[in-house]
Structures are given as C-alpha cells and as structure tokens.
C-alpha cells in the first residue's frame, strides 16, 4: 500500500482495513470529489401499464369521449375535475395539477403514443423487454442503463448507477457496478457493534451465496458512510409512498456531488383493470402521487434542474375502450415525460394517431407513433454525451430526433 | 428441496403427475419420499424466505408475538410484503432473489432488534438467550462454519444470538 492511500485513509480517520479488504473504493470516492458537477439521466418506471389516455387527455378527439362513458375525464372549463388545457388539443389530468407550472416554464415535455413496439400484453414480457432495451429479445443480458454505464465518463463513482428500492432492477443489472438501497439513513447496522464480527462471518463464509451477497452489502455501507457527510438533508416536501422517498433521495446525491449519473426510481399500482375512476378515483391517486412527486423533485433540485433529465415510462398502455368494469386492460401507446432543466418543454411531441376503430393498433388500443428508445436515445446523446448509442440500443436506429432537449 | 432439484426426479415427479392425471398430493409424496429429498446435497439448500426467517427466529428465540406495523415493514423491506405480491406468478423462489445488500441488511437489523427487544410486538425472555451452546443445538447443530464458530467465541450470549440469526447459516433450511 503506498503512502498517500495510507494518509487520506489515516486523514479520514477510517477503520475499513481491519479485514485486509482492498480500500479500492475510497480511492475511488476521493476521485469523484474532485469531480465537478456531472449530468444525471433518472428514470421513473411505472409498472403495471399506466394508462396514457387518461393521463394527457385528447379531448379534442371526440372518440375519446366515446369510448370512455364512465372514466372519460371532462375537457378544460373553468370549475373542478376538468382537465386542464395544454394546447388546445391535449389536456392533462386535474391530479397532475403540480406539474402544469413545469410545462409552462418549458421544463417539461410530453411525448404521446410511445412506447415499447412489441406487442405483448404481458407485464412481464413488457417490463423485461423495455427493461432489457431490446423489445422482442428476452436473452439480453442486462439492462439499457447499465449498458450506458459502460461508457467510462470523467467521473468513476461508486455512485454512478444507483436505484431506490430493496432489489437492483432488471434495466440497472449487468456488468457497471450499481448500488440498490431503500433509504440512504437506514442504510446501516442498527447495532453498530455487531458489524465487525457480521463482516468477518460473511466474508469467511462457505456458503458462496451468502460470501458474495455479504461482502456486496459491506462494501456499499462503507462506501455510503465515506460519502455520508457530504449529503445534504432534504426540505422539500415529497408525497408518501416509494416515488417520493426514492426522488428525494436522488436529489440529496445529486446535490452531493458523489458521481451520481444514473438513477432508477420506480411507482407501482397502473393496473387499473376495474374502477379505474375518471377525474378522480384509483388513476388520479396514482397520478397525485406521480405528479406531486414530479414537481417536489424539481423544485428540490433547484438550479441543478439544469444537469438532470428525468424520463418516466410504463411498460404498455391501456386499451381505448373502457371494459364493463369500468377500468380499461392491457394495451399499447403510452404518454412519457421527459423533465429538465435543458428539456425543450411546454409541448406535446409525438404523431397522433388517432382513436378511430380503424387506426386502433390490433383493432383496440392507441397506436405507437414514437419508441420510447427515440426518447431515450436523444436523451443518452444530448444530455449525457453517450457516444455509443448502439450498445445500449442495439439493432435500434432511430428514426428521427425528436428535438426535445435543447 | 433446492433452486436447481436433480433432474432426474423432476422427470419423475413429472411422470408422477402425468399417471396420476395431476393429483399434487400423489406429486408430493413422491418427491417427499424419494432417496433424493433426504441426500445431504439438498440439506440446506434453500435459503429462507423472509416470512419463514422471520417466523422460524421468533420461534428459536421463543417470542411471544404479536402482528405489528414494524413487523409487517420488516417483511417488506427483506422482500416480501405480506400478502401483497405484485406479480400474479407470487413471490420468488430462488435464492439469488432475497440477498439484495439491502435485503440482507434488514434480516441483519431484524435479529439484532428481536434479540434486544426492540421490535415492536416480539418479546423475548432473557433466559432463551442466556446460553449461546443451547442455542447452536438448536438452530444449527452440525452446520457451524469455523468462522461463525470463532465470531461466536468472541462475543456475549446476548449478542452471540443476534449474530446466530444474522448468520449465513440461519438463512437456510
């Protein structure tokens, strides 16, 4: 071990070497302090199929309100429960009320009809196929944005990938070191004085299993705590539930400066197979949650809005027609958001396809007009400088740029 | 019986269930009374799933419960949030899926708060605790690695039990 290892690991007054494990990782966490203020690319998963019809309203498609008797949600007019006027066309769902302020200052854009070009309405499939990058193929190896991880940039972190959450998703598993935790504070021993003889017993265990999974969890503790003093605390107000806590944790390390480029935070409870509700009901809870988790992450950041681009996305819509449970089923276009500083927002992209029984995809659902890997890829390449785009996205050309970032 | 059972009797079982047009308990007894299920190979082989962690280091430390909102978050945050599995197919069954650092920290963080009564709703007496050798028959009689062994030696009864139930060797049955 040289001698300015020794020094910074004496300077910060650590006591990691008591196991003769390689301090690789605060060589490292040293590196990235240095390290200016990088670009962030956080994506938001929302499983189950949200329904995109619902959420940014075509009103001025008047099969809309055909198909849809009961859940339809009324066009923008003064008063309660109407939606709320985008662009004379589109309006958006009275619960996503907090974000209308983003879309007016031009941070936020709307892409409708996109999605993942596949056809299954299998959450599953969906999920992995959107997840993995490559729609059709269940083999890929890993997900699209560990894969982005895999281009080296100025920054190497331990913090480079992170997601909210118990389990690394399938779309940050792969080869690029990632972090999974539910809660930066929690994220520690409760009784401290076990630790040590819990590290010994794992890392000497002949369980390989349990080797391995033990020493993953020493290691990113110590990597957390090396960084810990530098995280600022939070003030601004999230909703309850899994999106808020995992935004306003991806605020804190991004405001922190750890190396933070890639974060995953997900929202669960889409499928909204009966009793979906219209103006309000199960869909307007989800959505409150969504948008009010939206804009407190925004107005959390501050000027640092000007390095992060966030992406929501839903592995598939849902079908035009309401079902006789006055929900809707599996189907195809969704609507995605894209929020950021440098996002060129205040507008809705995307070819409408229409809602007329013969331009419905299988005969049922909103046509795709956009792959949601076009959204993706023009992020990847204009905000986080990705050069090759064709190793997240492979055998993916995408048609062409939307012009949604600046 | 284990993540990756002998394929030999898997083709069994499944001919099992084909003769007995998919009768589950003539599947059962099968596998259950098959040289395979009783092999070492397959001792341990499969690591617990957070409720059969939780529930069997309650009982090994002989708590009274009571279902509480710690508990049940407890059980979230390893992995399986009762009752509310996501996926129609239910929770995993494979190892891999219940090892995540974040879901191995929180059984970690539930032994040491069971056994120094801070989970709210499990009580445990001193006296289930008071001797470390009677807990290793009881939990792991034959299977004590040489490292949870010396960890052990090197501890006090009360936290030897926290480790016990934190240890690799408690995560299997």
């Not at chain 1, 899994?242 to 405001?255: M, P």
């Amino acid at each position: 071990m040289d001698g300015s290892r020794r020094s910074f690991l004496k300077s910060a007054g650590m006591g990691v070497l008591a196991f003769g494990l390689p301090p690789t990782f605060l060589v490292r966490a040293a590196g990235a302090e240095q390290e200016g203020r990088g670009k962030v690319l956080v994506v938001v998963f929302q499983r189950g199929g949200m329904d995109g019809l619902n959420v940014v309203i075509p009103f001025k498609d008047r099969a809309y309100y055909a198909l849809r008797p009961s859940i339809a949600v009324a066009e923008p007019a003064s008063g309660e429960q109407r939606a709320i006027d985008l662009d004379g066309f589109y309006a958006l769902h009275p619960a996503l009320a907090g974000l209308k302020s983003i879309y007016d200052k031009k941070q936020l854009a709307i892409i409708h009809a996109a999605g993942s070009p596949d056809n299954s309405r299998s959450h599953f499939d969906s999920q992995d196929y959107m997840e993995l990058g490559t729609p059709g193929i269940k083999s890929t190896p890993d997900g699209w944005l560990n894969r982005c991880l895999g281009e080296k940039r100025s920054v190497d972190s331990p913090f480079r990938g992170l997601a909210v959450g118990p389990q690394t998703p399938r779309m940050l598993a792969g080869a690029a070191p990632t972090l999974s935790i539910s809660s930066i504070e929690e994220f520690r021993l409760r009784n401290a004085a076990m630790a040590p003889a819990l590290h010994k017993l794992y890392a000497s265990s002949t369980d390989p299993l349990f080797r391995r999974g033990g020493n993953s969890l020493f290691d990113a503790m110590e990597k957390l705590r090396a960084i810990e003093a530098k995280i600022p605390p939070s003030t601004a107000s999230y909703p309850v539930g899994r999106l808020g806590v995992g935004l306003k944790q991806i605020a804190r390390l991004i405001k922190a400066d750890v190396g933070l480029e890639i974060a995953f935070a997900e929202i669960e409870g889409w499928d909204t197979h009966v009793a979906e509700g219209g103006a309000t009901g199960q869909l307007a809870n989800r959505l409150k949650e969504l948008g009010d988790g939206l804009a407190a992450f925004y107005q959390d950041l501050g000027d640092r809005i000007e390095d992060v681009v966030l992406v929501t996305m839903s592995e598939f819509g849902r079908t035009a027609r309401e079902n006789g449970n006055r929900g809707t089923d599996h189907g195809h276009g969704n609507v995605m958001f894209v929020l950021g500083g440098r996002v060129r927002g205040g507008k809705v992209y995307g070819r409408w396809p229409g809602l007329a029984p013969e331009v419905l995809y299988e005969g049922r659902d909103l046509d795709l007009t956009t792959d949601y890997r076009t959204v993706c890829a023009e992020v990847l390449a204009r905000h986080m400088a990705q050069r090759e785009l064709s190793k997240v996205f492979p055998s993916f050309r995408a048609p062409s740029s939307l012009g949604i970032l600046v | 019986m284990s993540d990756q059972p002998p394929a030999a009797l898997v083709n069994r079982a499944a001919e099992a269930f084909r003769r007995s047009d998919g009768d589950i308990r003539t599947v059962v007894r099968m596998i259950v009374e098959s040289p395979e299920f009783s092999s070492p190979e397959v001792y341990q082989a499969k690591v617990k799933k957070p409720l059969e962690f939780a529930a069997s280091a309650l009982r090994v430390t002989n708590a009274e419960t009571k279902v509480t909102l710690q508990l049940l978050r407890y059980l979230g945050r390893m992995g399986e949030p009762l009752f509310l599995a996501q996926p129609p197919t239910g929770y995993p069954d494979v190892g891999a899926s219940w090892i995540s650092p974040d879901m191995l920290l929180t059984r970690m963080n539930f032994a040491a708060d069971l056994v120094s009564n801070r989970l709210d709703g499990a009580r445990v007496q001193p006296s289930a605790l008071g001797d470390t050798q009677a807990f290793i028959r009881l939990i792991a009689p034959d299977s004590l690695s040489a490292a949870t062994r010396q960890a052990l030696a090197e501890t006090d009864d009360r936290q030897a039990a926290a480790l016990l139930l934190a240890a690799p060797e408690f995560q299997r049955r």
